[in-house]
């Protein structure tokens, strides 16, 4: 009995489960490591409420679609404009190809540093980068990826103790903690090639992901929720927010605990490995390659699948990736990331600017559904209360705010790149 209702619980919240493995993985470790390098516990206060905004929009999103049976591309495309959904999918599909690239290219460059550990001059990043993206082209070329994903879910979980555990040892002094908390912006942090608008609007833009409200609309679509699910869909999503932060947040505080205090401002993958120090020893690196391996890979694996997903979910057919205009989308992508590392962009560099463009895509999507879900003839008596409307007009000008504040971070990046 008592396994019964354990078995049922675990079953109801891993679709939030899911979404954590899709939005806590390499880029959002990597720009939660530079805010904790950059700026300490500064921006501790950014990850709850960030995570708080995820929560609340994942709910929302879910309500959208249980009541009209419309994902929120599909909403956009019958309620808004067809070519208001066209651009948003072109939108994120250009975000999503600079984060294959960041993505590839920091695995590919921690795969070389371990390589190099064991023989001199160790295989090229571009070598390993051919090899992880052939790799992955054939499982999805087979549709076949399920069994890949959960071996792959499960060492990111094990990396995710690991940090955890990190934290638990260097856990700084409560006071440091609570300062964290309190709402500030950063200053400039010299000696970093991220500028710090495109740290604070990355970390926003990996956690307030509007890929996430995207696929959690799918979901809801998907497993055909209703009104009456909504005890389900809210325990899920509060599970998926809250460990989100505890993942986030362990990764922050290890970052600045290791790292910050040395100076070091993570403008190289190598850096990241004194992430695991204080728990690996001289295992770090080993512990730190399986990690950003599995992390890396499992973000990269959904990632390529995002484009067609986008697609198939704007012309409403079944999800059947394998059809040949698929496939070839899929190699075309493949061979663009690949690219992207064997012309040498710095993967670190160009993950923080696809996370903080997210920043600047949030505003229309909170936007969007702020709209649909306000309208009477569309929701019914589901339409937005007094309370959910004063929540989306807050969220919609902070994402304003941190959507303005990314295009002046990504502007000045570029410009001295």
């Known amino acids: 009995m008592i396994m019964g209702n354990v078995k049922k619980y675990i079953a109801s919240v891993l679709p939030g489960i899911f979404l954590i493995g899709y939005n806590v993985g390499t880029g959002s470790i990597t720009a939660m490591s530079k805010s904790g390098a950059n700026f300490g516990l500064d921006l501790l206060w950014t990850v709850a409420l960030s995570c708080l905004i995820t929560w609340f929009l994942m709910i929302h999103f879910a309500k959208f679609t249980s009541v009209t049976g419309l994902t929120a591309i599909q909403g956009m495309r019958k309620h808004l404009h067809p070519v208001l959904a066209i651009a948003m999918v072109v939108a994120l599909s250009l975000i999503i190809v600079s984060a294959l690239i960041g993505v590839l290219g920091i695995v590919a460059d921690v795969l070389h540093m371990w390589s190099a550990s064991i023989f001199d001059g160790g295989i090229h990043a571009g070598l390993w980068a051919l090899a992880i993206a052939g790799i992955l082209l054939l499982l999805m ?10 071996i792959l879910a499960l060492l990111v979980a094990v990396m995710g103790l690991a940090f955890i555990a990190t934290m638990v040892i260097k856990f700084p002094k409560l006071s440091e903690l609570a300062s964290g908390f309190v709402p500030s912006l950063p200053e400039q942090s010299s000696g970093s090639d991220n500028n710090s608008l495109v740290i604070l609007t990355g970390m926003v833009g990996t956690t307030v992901s509007t890929f996430v409200f995207i696929i959690r609309s799918q979901i809801a679509q998907e497993k055909g929720w209703t009104q ?8 899920d999503a509060k599970v998926s927010a809250s460990l989100m932060f505890l993942i986030s947040a362990a990764v922050m505080i290890t970052a600045a605990t290791t790292l910050h205090v ?11 490995i004194e992430l695991m ?21 499992s973000s990269h694996l959904p990632n390529l699948l995002v484009i067609p997903w986008l697609i198939i979910d704007y012309k409403s057919e079944e999800r059947n990736t394998t059809k040949l205009k698929y496939r070839l989308i899929l190699l075309l992508l493949s061979m663009i990331s690949v690219c992207g590392v064997l012309f040498g962009f710095k993967p670190v560099f ?18 969007v559904i702020f709209y649909l879900s306000s309208r009477k003839k569309l929701m019914g008596e589901h339409a937005n209360n007094k309370w959910e409307t004063i929540a989306l007009a807050a969220i919609m000008i902070f994402a304003l705010y941190m959507g303005s504040q990314g295009v002046l971070g990504v502007i000045s990046d570029i410009m001295s790149a």
């Open 141 to 150: 070329w087979k549709g076949d990826t399920a069994f890949f994903e959960k």
């Open 262 to 272: 040395k100076g070091i401002k993570l403008n190289h993958v190598s850096e990241m």
């Open 228 to 235: 009456t699910d909504k005890k389900i869909q809210y325990r």
């Open 277 to 297: 120090g204080p728990i690996a020893g001289k295992s770090a690196m080993s512990i730190f390659v399986i990690g950003i391996v599995a992390a890396g890979i």
């Open 350 to 367: 160009v993950l923080l600017m696809s996370q903080a463009c997210l920043s600047v895509v949030l505003p229309v999507t909170v936007g």
